[in-house]
């Protein structure tokens, strides 16, 4: 026999000597295992108790008189002691139910953030676009922008303040407030 063989088999034939004899390692006994689980009589009480700590508390009613908080009545109706603007739909001598009692013909809405943006992106034409130093530039009225940029446009009389949010090749996207749009670009002729 070769020597790598004896040295396999000689462990070998002392394992099978011990275990025939009935001196079996403790590794190899099958000793009655201890659990770590308490017994079911004794957890029971333990789970009753979780589930009514998790089970939430019924409310009290609320009275049926309370009042909404959100929207209480009235909420839109004027101050007393809040006078009209001149001019304003309402007040006197001013187109609304003024001293002959006739309605007017109510205002224009107010324009909310999505329509504005989307009047003031359709004013807005870009000269181009190109790429400086790995990062798109675009091309508004001479100034190079950059995506993340807040620029000022006015209109109406009033300044609206935009950020470029996005740069494609053929697009770029504007945000006003919380609303955005992407409008595509169109270079100057």
Known sequence: ????????????????????????????????????????DKRRATVELAQLLTRPPEPAPLP??????????GFDLPDRDERPAPGAAGAPGAGGRGEDGNAAARPAPVAGDRETLEGLAARITPGGTFIFGGQP????GGNRLRVGSHFTVSANGQDYDLELTAIDR????????????????????
């Open 1 to 40: 026999m070769t020597t790598r063989c004896r040295f396999l088999l000689t462990p070998a034939l002392l394992l099978a000597g011990a275990c025939a004899s009935g001196l079996a390692p403790a590794a190899f006994a099958a000793d009655k295992v201890k659990s770590d689980l308490v017994p079911p």
């Open 64 to 73: 049926t008189d309370l009042g909404q908080p959100f929207n209480p009545p």
């Open 137 to 140: 530039l675009l091309i508004i």
């Open 170 to 189: 053929t697009t770029f996207t504007l945000r006003y407030h919380s609303e955005e749009v992407t409008r595509p670009i169109k270079p100057g002729k």
